[in-house]
Nanobody
Framework: QVQLAESGGGLVQPGGSLRLSCVAS????????MGWYRQAPGKQRELVAT??????TTFTDSVKGRFSISRDNAKTVYLQMNSLKPEDTAVYYC?????????????WGQGTQVTVSS
């Protein structure tokens, strides 16, 4: 079992930056990657970014060139969000992917609110 804890959300003006952090605990050896989902009211849940154990990354088209994902060890993942737009406003969830599940999330964090507004 894996537990995930996000932090770093908040209120930022358009064009600003935030960095989200997620710390995983538990059976870290069972996961093949980590990533971030987001969900805004009235909108479909969206996979924002993933980073797999081999270092490969993916991003949804709307954040390419603005967001980056990284890991500094096996249990900590970051989402650096630059040039933020109001449409980035959402609850951001850290996810971890269990080995054998492809890119499907197995574990979810509690979520952290990101609000981009003037």
């Amino acid at each position: 079992q894996v537990q995930l804890a996000e932090s770093g959300g908040g209120l930022v003006q358009p064009g600003g930056s935030l960095r989200l952090s997620c710390v995983a605990s538990g059976s870290i050896f069972t996961i093949s990657g980590m990533g971030w989902y987001r969900q805004a009211p009235g909108k479909q849940r969206e996979l924002v970014a993933t980073i797999l154990n081999g270092g490969s990354t993916t991003f949804t088209d709307s954040v390419k060139g603005r967001f980056s994902i990284s890991r500094d060890n096996a249990k900590t993942v970051y989402l650096q969000m630059n040039s933020l737009k109001p449409e980035d406003t959402a609850v951001y969830y850290c996810i971890a992917i269990k080995i054998g599940r492809g890119v499907l999330p197995t574990y979810w964090g509690q979520g952290t609110q990101v609000t981009v507004s003037s």
